[in-house]
């Protein structure tokens, strides 16, 4: 056992018990009310532990700060509460099961479910590790929950442990992530970080400094409506033409299911209405803008033969930029990744940087202005009913926040 092990456990399983989810469809900042939550929890908890400047935002983010113990420049981490809408959310169940045996692990409210180190190979290596899942009819959370305890178990550490040199430091706990709104535009300034890191990524390793170019995409169908007794040679019908939409698009490439490394995809994330109108919501992703730009001019192309074919329809097709691959930003100015790769180094473990299918607020940041790698949390299939992580792969991450500052403070980064 680490010195950080039961207090990373105590947190995670606290915090994953809280519904946070996010919700794509809701107008409001953040996008569910339940979100202000384990915010308000979060901000008293760092009120408790000593942090100052600790306040809750009007966009729902929490910001603090660990005052500098050194010189050194001023320091930022980030980590998102919301969690994933794709998956059930409420009433999760936190269990640890303790010193894993290497074998399968069942699930006591999914009897048909089992999480198998064959299948997943990274579990394979964590025998004798404390594993954390849910019960098996939700996700767990971890993504990001483990970050925020990480975050803030190292923050109780620095503040109970002044002789540990360190600049100033930046805690920003944030909402609505998973739907891609977790960075308002008032949060660069008010981090106030000459740079910083989210701790919202998996294996142990990872200091990730490349992340998909995103797109969102909203095409609206509006049919011609009539009984449909009397409909022959009037009725038009969005869903039909939005099926058409459907099925002209790539199938055997450029989707999630039969993409990976490198290679973009349109992902068709939701589809409502009725024959009268429908909505169909996408998710277009690219790591180069060029590619992003192509997959957005292939939706547009199906939408308009979809038009003209039926020009008795109207079919909109709307784009709007969601983030940009980080890399663009930080690889004119690797200092953040090469002392995440110097820290991981002082704590033994091996730095691998692999782009991010996907995006972090960090992505967000570093287009604003904050550069902003992601470091691994240990996280592991997300996003579903068989997600878990591991205790111990927190108690490196924790570790390696506390390198970090110290690296920062005495290696030869600029203020």
């Not at 483990?146 to 600049?167: D, K, Q, Y």
């Not at 998973?178 to 910083?196: S, T, Y």
């Not at 506390?402 to 600029?414: D, F, N, Q, R």
């Amino acid at each position: 056992m680490t010195l950080f092990d039961a207090e990373l456990e105590s947190r995670l399983t606290r915090y994953a018990a809280i519904d946070s989810q996010s919700d794509a469809a809701s107008a409001s900042g953040p996008s569910t009310e339940i979100q202000w939550t384990i915010l308000r929890l979060l901000a008293v908890e760092l009120t408790q532990i000593g942090a100052a400047d600790v306040r809750l935002t009007d966009y729902g983010t929490v910001l603090a700060t660990i005052p500098g113990t050194a010189p050194g420049p001023t320091i930022g981490f980030l980590a998102h509460v919301d969690t994933a809408p794709q998956f059930n959310a409420t009433g999760v169940r936190p269990r640890v099961i303790r010193g894993y045996n290497g074998g399968d692990i069942s699930f006591p409210d999914a009897p048909g479910l089992t999480l198998s180190p064959v299948e997943f190979p990274y579990l394979a290596g964590k025998q004798g590790h404390d594993i954390i899942t849910a019960s098996g009819t939700t996700l767990l959370g971890a993504d990001d929950k483990a970050g925020v305890a990480i975050i803030m178990t190292a923050a109780r550490h620095l503040l109970e442990n002044p002789h540990i040199p360190h600049g100033p430091i930046r805690i920003a706990f944030t909402p609505d992530e998973e739907i891609g709104r977790g960075v308002d535009k008032r949060l660069p300034a008010d981090l106030g970080a000459d740079f910083a890191y989210t701790f919202d990524g998996g294996a142990v390793g990872e200091v990730e400094f490349e992340s998909f170019s995103a797109d969102g995409a909203v095409v609206t169908v509006r049919g011609v409506s009539i009984h449909p007794g009397f409909a022959a040679g009037k009725m038009v019908n969005a869903i039909t033409l939005a099926s058409k939409i459907i099925a002209a698009l790539p199938q055997a490439t450029m989707t999630p299911e039969t993409t990976s490394d490198r290679e973009g995809f349109i992902h068709a994330t939701d589809m409502t209405g009725g024959s009268s109108d429908m909505t169909l919501h996408f998710i277009l992703r690219d790591f180069e803008r060029d590619g992003l730009a192509q997959k957005g001019e292939i939706l547009r192309r199906v939408c308009d033969a979809v038009q003209a074919g039926e020009p008795r329809a109207e079919i909109t097709c709307t784009i709007t930029p969601q983030y940009r691959n980080m890399r663009y930003w930080l690889e004119t100015d690797m200092t953040p990744v090469e002392l995440a790769r110097r820290a991981c180094a002082q704590i033994g473990v091996e730095p691998v940087s692999v782009p991010i299918r996907g995006g972090t607020d960090g992505s967000r940041l570093t287009e604003m202005g904050v550069p902003c790698p992601n470091l691994f949390t240990g996280m592991q299939n997300i996003h579903g009913p068989m997600e878990w992580v591991s205790v111990q792969d927190m108690a490196q991450a924790t570790q390696l926040c506390l390198a970090l500052v110290k690296e920062a403070s005495t290696g030869a980064v600029p203020a």
